[in-house]
C-alpha cells in the first residue's frame, strides 16, 4: 500500500458489523417493540444465540468491550441468575419453540463462569431451543482462566469451536496492555481441547499495540500457527480512550505510528498466506478446508456482531447486558449496565434500551455493505433487483467512489465494484460510500485500519 494513500484514507470509519451501525440506534425501540418483533418471526425461522458474559478477572487495558472487573464469583452468580431469567422471558414471547443453528458465548470472559454455570446455561439453551444436529456452539476463552474442567463441560455442553484470546506473544506487549500469558498457557490450553475432541480453534492476534514492530508481529504468527489454529482473526488496536477511560492506561507514546501500523497489517497478512490460510474479508484467514473458506468460494459468507461468519441465520438473539441481536424487523441492544440490565430482568421487562427499525432503503444499502465487506465485490444491479430498485439509484455513491477508484482500491466495470487486493485494508472506506448515515472520521468510530 502506497505510503500516500496510508494517510489519505486514515479516517475513522464503522466496522460494519451492523448497518446502521450501533451509534445509530435509538430509544424508540423498547422492550415492548423488540417483544412484538420476536411474536412475529416466521414459523421456519432458524435462530442464532449469542449470551454475552460481561465479566472480566482483570482489564485488559487494549479492551474496547462492555465487561466489568471482579475478583469474586458472588457478582458473576447474580448476573448469570439474570441472564438465564432474561432467556426465560423472550422464550414467552416467541410464537412457538424454533431451532437454533449456532449458540456464541462472548464477552468480557465466558471462562470465568464456572464449569457447573456453564452447563446450566447450555441446559436452559436446550430447555427453550432445539439445536439443529449440525449447531456450532462456540466460546471465547480466556487461556488464563481455562482449566482442563471448564474444557470438559464445553465438550459435555455440546462445544464444538473454541476462540482463544492471545493478542500477541511478545512479553514487553504483554505487560503494556496488561495481558500475561506465556506461549506455554495457550499452547496447554489448546491441547485441553483437542484432547476433548474441540478440535475447530479460532485465534484472535491484534496488531498495532504499544512497543509492537513489524517483526514481532511476524514472530508472534510464526508462534501462533504451531497451534494449528483453524481461523485466525487479526485486528487493529483500536485506540479510543475517550470511549474506554483503561485505555489512557497504555504508554501511549509506545503505540506505533500509522506507517508502521501499516506495516505490520501488511507484513502479518503476507505471513499468514504463506503459512497457507485464506484471507477473508478485511481481517480474518481461515485454513483452506475451513467451512469459511468455503463459504467465501461460494459467496455466502456474512457479517454479524461476531464479526465474519458462516452463519446464515436471519434472526440474531442476543442475551446478557449489552447484547445486541438482529431481527427481519431492525437491531435491539440490551441495557448495558450491569445493575440497571438485572433490575429490568428481575422485573419481568425485556431488557432492550435502543435499536434500530430497518427501511427498505436501510436493509437494500446492508445488502450492498455486507457484500462488500465479505466478497470484496458486489454487483449493484445484482443486489437492486430484489427490491425493484434501478443499479442508478446508487450513481451519487459511484460518483463519490472516483477517488478510491483512481488511486487503485476499488475498480468498476459496469455495475460490478472489486476492492483489489492491495485496496483490501481500505474496504471500510468504500462501504461507507454507500452508508447514509455516516459523517467521516466521527471520534466514535476505529480507524480504517
Avoid at 445484482?382 to 467512489?401: C, I, K, M, N, S
Wanted: hydrophobic share 40%; with cysteine; glycine share 8%.
Amino acid at each position: 500500500m502506497r505510503h500516500d494513500l496510508v494517510e489519505k484514507y486514515d479516517l475513522r470509519l464503522p466496522r460494519y458489523t451492523s448497518y446502521p451501525t450501533a451509534p445509530h440506534f435509538t430509544p424508540q425501540v423498547t422492550g415492548e417493540t423488540y417483544g412484538t418483533w420476536l411474536a412475529e418471526l416466521p414459523a421456519d425461522e432458524e435462530l442464532s444465540l449469542y449470551f454475552h458474559i460481561a465479566y472480566c478477572a482483570e482489564m485488559c487495558w487494549f479492551c474496547g468491550c462492555h465487561t466489568k472487573i471482579t475478583k469474586r464469583y458472588d457478582p458473576i452468580a447474580v448476573y448469570l441468575e439474570a441472564l438465564l431469567a432474561e432467556v426465560d422471558l423472550v422464550a414467552a414471547k416467541l410464537p412457538h419453540r424454533f431451532k437454533a443453528r449456532h449458540v456464541h458465548f462472548g464477552g468480557g470472559t465466558p471462562s470465568i463462569l464456572t464449569a457447573e454455570d456453564f452447563k446450566r446455561t447450555m441446559d436452559k439453551v436446550r430447555q427453550h431451543f432445539d439445536l439443529t444436529a449440525d449447531a456450532e456452539v462456540a466460546v471465547e476463552l480466556d487461556p488464563r482462566t481455562a482449566n482442563e474442567a471448564y474444557v470438559v463441560a464445553m465438550r459435555e455442553a455440546g462445544v464444538t469451536r473454541a476462540s482463544l484470546g492471545v493478542q500477541d506473544f511478545n512479553r514487553k506487549v504483554q505487560e503494556a496492555v496488561n495481558r500475561i500469558q506465556p506461549y506455554e498457557m495457550v499452547e496447554e490450553v489448546a491441547g485441553f481441547l483437542r484432547k476433548h475432541g474441540i478440535t475447530e480453534l479460532n485465534m484472535d492476534l491484534i496488531y498495532g499495540l504499544p512497543y509492537q514492530t513489524t517483526e514481532s508481529v511476524v514472530e508472534t504468527i510464526d508462534q501462533a500457527v504451531t497451534l494449528a489454529p483453524r481461523r485466525i482473526s487479526l485486528f487493529g488496536y483500536a485506540h479510543v480512550p475517550w470511549m474506554r477511560k483503561h485505555q489512557t492506561l497504555l504508554p501511549e507514546e509506545s503505540l506505533p505510528g500509522m506507517a508502521e501500523r501499516w506495516s505490520q497489517y501488511e507484513a502479518a497478512q503476507d505471513r499468514l498466506r504463506e503459512h497457507g490460510y485464506v484471507a477473508v474479508g478485511l481481517d480474518h484467514f481461515a485454513a483452506p478446508d475451513d467451512e469459511m473458506a468455503k463459504a467465501l468460494n461460494e459467496a455466502t459468507l456474512h457479517r454479524n456482531f461476531q464479526g465474519y461468519t458462516t452463519d446464515t441465520a436471519s434472526t440474531l438473539i442476543g442475551f446478557g447486558a449489552s447484547g445486541i441481536g438482529s431481527l427481519p424487523q431492525g437491531y435491539v441492544a440490551n441495557e448495558g449496565g450491569i445493575h440497571a440490565y438485572q433490575r429490568m430482568v428481575h422485573d419481568g421487562l425485556l431488557p432492550t434500551t435502543r435499536g434500530r427499525g430497518l427501511s427498505d432503503e436501510d436493509k437494500l444499502r446492508r445488502a450492498v455493505i455486507e457484500r462488500l465487506m465479505c466478497d470484496l465485490s458486489v454487483d449493484l444491479e445484482e443486489v437492486a433487483r430484489p427490491w425493484g430498485v434501478a443499479p442508478d439509484h446508487f450513481t451519487p455513491e459511484l460518483d463519490a467512489l472516483a477517488d478510491l477508484e483512481g488511486d487503485g482500491v476499488v475498480l468498476r466495470n459496469g455495475w460490478r465494484l472489486t476492492v483489489t487486493d492491495d485496496g483490501r485494508p481500505l474496504v471500510r472506506a468504500v462501504a461507507a460510500k454507500f452508508d447514509q448515515y455516516l459523517k467521516a472520521g466521527e471520534q466514535r468510530h476505529s480507524k480504517a485500519v
